[in-house]
């Protein structure tokens, strides 16, 4: 069963607004991570957060997890027409060799 | 870019066809990875394995069949392809973090169209 579901579907902003993207998940997790996906391209780790942390930064990125209520957000500050790209969640459960369950992506079209 | 690499990039077979999608990875890795993607669409975990020997059945289920008897190397094989093929497979592979969490990477994936 899917864990993790992105909103929005799609997003188009400026370049130098700020991106933020919002995932939902149904079970208790291990960790959260979110990845980026070039057009045709296979995915690239972006972040991983752990079930006890609340929020991390890395670069213009930021990750929020919310346990309670089994919800995270990504945002990308400052964008770039190279942040153009489609971004997943992805839930971990089972332990540290647990699987990745991915939802369906957020579309994020950043124009110059 | 990860040091994981999948060829064919892009197949375009008849229906009844054998095909193996390779997938090799130079990072050591003892856990691998198959999933599919319809464009657009999640990803969908078909096979995974733990190390040489070890393949296991993934969340979707699969006519595909995989092998591992290297480290390095994970062949995905479709011993009769259908158009109900025809999709996006990424092969990825995981190494272990700091305090046992799992970071995934992946190839550049074969797209497979089956007419």
């Known amino acids: 069963s899917q864990q993790g579901e992105e909103d929005p579907q799609a997003l188009s902003i400026q370049e130098g607004e700020n991106a933020t993207m919002n995932c939902s998940y149904k079970t208790s997790i291990n960790n959260l991570q979110w990845y980026r996906q070039n057009s045709g391209r296979g995915l690239v780790h972006l972040i991983l957060i752990r079930s006890n942390e609340r929020e991390k930064h890395s670069g213009r990125l930021r990750v929020t997890l919310d346990t309670s209520k089994k919800s995270s957000s990504l945002l990308i500050t400052a964008s770039r027409a190279a942040d153009t790209a489609s971004y997943f969640c992805?839930?971990?459960?089972?332990?540290?060799?647990?699987?990745?369950?991915f939802g369906k992506g957020t579309k994020l079209s950043v124009k110059p | 870019e990860a040091d994981i690499y999948q060829t064919p990039r892009y197949l375009v077979i008849g229906t009844g066809k054998k095909i193996t999608l390779e997938c090799s990875q130079t990072m050591g890795h003892d856990k691998m990875y198959w999933y599919q993607q319809d464009p657009g669409m999640e990803l969908h975990l078909i096979h995974y394995?733990?190390?040489?020997?070890?393949?296991e059945k993934g969340d979707l289920s699969s006519e595909s069949t995989v092998s591992r008897i290297r480290t390095e190397h994970f062949p995905l094989t479709l011993e009769s392809a259908r158009p109900s093929h025809t999709s996006q497979y990424l092969c990825?592979?995981?190494?272990?973090?700091?305090?046992?969490?799992?970071?995934?990477?992946f190839g550049p994936g074969t797209r497979l169209t089956v007419l």
């Open positions: 394995s733990y190390g040489v020997n070890s393949t």
């Open positions: 992805a839930t971990a459960y089972g332990g540290s060799q647990g699987n990745l369950i």
């Open positions: 990825a592979s995981s190494r272990p973090l700091a305090g046992g969490y799992n970071e995934q990477f």
